[in-house]
């Protein structure tokens, strides 16, 4: 590969977010709980990045015909209390 056609590469991956992982584990949590008749999951905190990724992955599971669901701090005064979360509902 010359170095102009990593440059190129570089600007395009740069433009486009991987997500691919992050789908890969959410269908697998996804499965495992429809399996047991349940219609949702928590987003857990590990599938769940921030910023251009974390847009991407919620559109895309959006166009997959998930909802996403933010929940508030159920406790906000309890310094045990989850904090906010949210859910990924089929």
């Not at 600007?11 to 584990?25: C, E, H, N, Q, W």
């Not at 499965?31 to 599938?47: D, P, Q, R």
Request: hydrophobic content about 30%; overall charge neutral; glycine content about 8%.
């Amino acid at each position: 590969m010359k170095a102009t056609e990593a440059r190129k590469l570089s600007k395009k991956s740069a433009k486009t977010v991987v997500i691919t992982p992050y789908l890969t584990a959410l269908y697998d949590k996804i499965k495992e709980a429809a399996v047991k008749g349940e219609t949702s999951i928590t987003f857990e905190y590990n599938l769940n990045p921030s910023g251009a990724a974390g847009e991407a992955l919620r559109k895309q599971l959006r166009k997959d015909g998930y909802e996403i669901v933010f929940h508030d701090d159920p406790d906000p005064g309890d310094p045990y209390s989850g904090g906010c979360y949210e859910t990924i509902n089929w």
